[in-house]
């Protein structure tokens, strides 16, 4: 899934900047690309540590969080402030909140993955809206 997610990710912003003629489709790679990686780093340790349910269960519900800027993003409001993210982080912290109803404590893997991700994430709205020179470079050179 994760290298079927990067190739539509080149397809649709190469159908989004020649038919469509949409701008900011070089830089906007950053998404789908950060979007990718969040969710095969997650699902991969997830399937590493499958036998400790409590680590593979919240590993697991993160990296399926992680795919949910794309509906968020469908809201023009949130994609034009770069709130999907946001939105994003607020469900994770559904299943922070049910930690700390139920078991009393933030667990480890929520110590840990919402600080990595949030940190990653101000990157790429960075990379998306910043548009620094390397990646707008690289994104003309993937998009053609």
Do not use: N
């Amino acid at each position: 899934m994760v290298v079927l997610g990067f190739v539509i990710a080149v397809i649709m912003g190469r159908f989004d900047k020649h038919i469509l003629h949409i701008p900011d489709t070089d830089t906007f790679l950053s998404v789908p690309f950060g979007d990718m990686l969040i969710f095969g780093v997650c699902v991969t340790l997830a399937i590493a540590w499958r036998r400790k349910p409590e680590l593979h269960r919240r590993l697991l519900f993160i990296a399926t969080c992680a795919l949910l800027d794309a509906p968020f993003g469908r809201i023009q409001y949130i994609f034009d402030h770069s709130l999907y993210y946001v939105f994003v982080d607020g469900v994770i912290l559904l299943g922070v909140a049910r930690d700390l109803f139920v078991d009393r404590r933030i667990h480890k893997i929520y110590r840990v993955a919402l600080p990595l991700m949030i940190g990653f994430q101000i990157l790429l709205v960075y990379l998306y809206r910043g548009a620094p020179a390397w990646w707008l470079k690289l994104g003309q050179s993937l998009l053609g």
